[in-house]
């Protein structure tokens, strides 16, 4: 019954789709006030800063834009072709699981300071986390 009902008023759809984590999270207000946050933190962190020495800093802010807007599965086709070509040069520099552990970890620290919810955050940490093989090219 609540299948038959939710498909209804999910316009006919086969399958109830649940809104995107982007969209439950608070869509772009909620993207935008994590960017200047998250790119702090980033900074901050001497386990990883060094990759972003020399990064061009009015650029960043859209990347770092693209980047949680990809952890929250919102809009953007980053395929994983794309992520391996956009780090390879940091691979190249020896990016590492530690480092990819330490971005999860800073993503996580922003999300909390921005009182999004626990169950929340864990989804966003497992979209960021099903980058990593593509991200370190494994
Ligand atoms: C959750 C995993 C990650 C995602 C989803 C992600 C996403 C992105 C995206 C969308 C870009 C922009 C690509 C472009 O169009 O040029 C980017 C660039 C970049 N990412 Fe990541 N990233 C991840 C992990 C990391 C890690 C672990 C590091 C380093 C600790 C890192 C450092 C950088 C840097 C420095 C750039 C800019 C490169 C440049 O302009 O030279 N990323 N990332």
Same mark, same amino acid.
């Given at each position: 019954?609540?299948?038959?009902?939710?498909?209804?008023?999910?316009?006919?759809?086969?399958?109830?789709?649940?809104?995107?984590?982007?969209?439950?999270?608070?869509?772009?207000?909620?993207?935008?006030?994590?960017? $200047?946050?998250?790119?702090?933190? %980033?900074?901050?962190? $001497?386990? %990883?800063?060094?990759?972003?020495?020399? &990064?061009?800093?009015?650029?960043?802010?859209?990347?770092?834009?693209?980047?949680?807007?990809?952890?929250?599965?919102?809009?953007?086709?980053?395929?994983?072709?794309?992520?391996?070509?956009?780090?390879?040069?940091? &691979?190249?520099?020896?990016?590492?699981?530690?480092?990819?552990?330490?971005?999860?970890?800073?993503?996580?620290?922003?999300?909390?300071?921005?009182? &999004?919810?626990?169950?929340?955050?864990?989804?966003?940490? @497992? %979209? @960021?986390?099903?980058?990593?093989?593509?991200?370190?090219?494994?």
């Amino acid at each position: 019954m609540f299948s038959a009902i939710a498909k209804f008023f999910s316009g006919g759809s086969s399958e109830l789709k649940q809104a995107s984590l982007y969209e439950r999270i608070g869509g772009d207000a909620t993207v935008n006030a994590a960017v $200047d946050l998250f790119y702090r933190k %980033i900074l901050a962190d $001497d386990r %990883i800063n060094q990759f972003f020495e020399g &990064v061009d800093m009015d650029k960043q802010s859209a990347k770092q834009k693209a980047f949680l807007t990809m952890a929250f599965g919102g809009p953007g086709n980053y395929s994983g072709e794309d992520m391996r070509k956009g780090h390879a040069h940091l &691979v190249a520099k020896g990016l590492d699981n530690s480092h990819f552990d330490a971005v999860i970890e800073n993503l996580g620290a922003t999300l909390t300071e921005l009182n &999004v919810p626990a169950d929340l955050i864990s989804e966003a940490a @497992a %979209i @960021a986390e099903s980058t990593r093989n593509d991200v370190l090219r494994k």
